[in-house]
């Protein structure tokens, strides 16, 4: 373990990890806020120094997950704030840049539930995968236009985190009907959208989000019900431009089965992906604070936004 890394820093990386603290864009937040914490505790008085620990900070948390792209989006952007060249001015930097990257992620949020309630009419009934943020703000604007929108919420096996948005669903005020995921295709023919997030998105327009997604996608453009994903633009992922390829997590399997269970059947492999990759002919459209976009036309937005890639500030130089 780093020494020079705060505690604080060392108890968010742990929540990220068993997903106490889930969601890319809360994980993205929560990394921002304990670089900061990093900052402002740090007692060192060499720059250099308070450079490199904020680097090993980043790189503690980078290591939580490996999937949702919004963690690393957000190390970068606190980190590049980091441009003076006192210790006093480099804390100063990393508080300003984290309380910008949260304020801005708010207002995505806000400017995305705008673009994706335009999408959604009076009297939709939607289909949601998991439990996602900028879904939810997609639905609260349309509930604040006046629309009367039912949800039918997918329970998202192994952690069921479709409890958590069938009762935030509720708190809105929006009907919820709550199925197991292998019902899906059943009710697909009384559902005018399927709208889910994302963890990452690929610059050919893949949808990298919770497990079952595809499978979700593959059976909604059978039935013919339109595939949004709601996905501000923190979740697109750089290293995509250039050939990289998304890491999808594989969780413990303690999350599906438990160890007795596990050796009464014979012990059989268990495998856990927690995402999987809904190629983009499945999907619509991805909506983010900067509009809606197809699928295919997403990398545009990328190279306006990274421009041709992106470095790792956390590795040491
Ligand atoms: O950023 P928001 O929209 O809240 O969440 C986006 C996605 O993050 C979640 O991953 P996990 O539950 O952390 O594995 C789900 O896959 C969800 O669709």
């Known amino acids: 373990m780093d020494e020079r890394v705060h505690a604080e820093v060392r108890r968010i990386a742990d929540e990220i990890g068993t997903m106490e603290i889930r969601g890319a864009a809360a994980i993205a937040e929560a990394a921002a806020r304990a670089l900061r914490s990093q900052a402002t505790d740090s007692e060192t008085t060499d720059p250099e120094a308070f450079k490199s620990e904020l680097r090993a900070a980043a790189r503690m948390l980078y290591e939580t997950r ?4 919004s963690l690393p989006n957000a190390l970068r952007y ?3 704030g980091m441009s003076s060249t006192t210790v ?6 990393v508080v300003q840049s984290a309380d910008d990257f949260c304020a801005r992620l708010e207002r995505a949020q806000a400017d995305l539930g705008q673009v994706g309630a335009n999408r959604l009419r009076d009297g939709d009934t ?14 609260e604007a349309a509930v604040e ?4 929108i039912e949800a039918i919420v997918k329970e998202t096996r192994p952690r069921l985190q479709g409890h958590i948005t069938a009762e935030a669903l509720h708190e809105m005020g929006v009907p919820v009907t709550l199925i197991v995921d292998s019902a899906a295709r059943r009710y697909l023919n009384d559902v005018d959208h399927v709208l889910v997030g994302a963890d990452a998105i690929a610059a050919d327009g893949s949808v990298i989000n919770k497990i079952g997604t595809s499978g979700l996608a593959v059976n909604a453009r059978d039935r013919g019900a339109p595939i949004m994903v709601a996905a501000q633009t923190l979740k697109l992922h750089p290293g995509t431009m250039t050939g990289h390829t998304v890491d999808i997590e594989m969780r413990d399997t303690e999350e599906i089965i438990d160890d007795e269970t596990l050796a009464e059947l ?19 459209a991805i909506v983010t604070e900067r509009g809606q976009f197809p699928p295919e036309s997403i990398v545009i937005l990328m190279r306006e936004l990274f421009g041709e890639g992106t470095t790792e500030p956390w590795a040491e130089p």
């Open 145 to 148: 236009q006046g629309k009367h």
């Open 88 to 93: 006093e001015g480099l804390r100063q930097d």
């Open 126 to 139: 939607i289909m949601t995968h998991c439990h996602s943020t900028d879904v939810f703000a997609c639905v």
């Open 266 to 284: 014979g012990n059989p492999t268990v495998k856990n992906p927690a995402f999987d990759v809904t190629p983009p002919r499945y999907v619509d």
């Open 66 to 69: 490996p999937t949702a792209v």
């Open 78 to 80: 606190v980190l590049r």
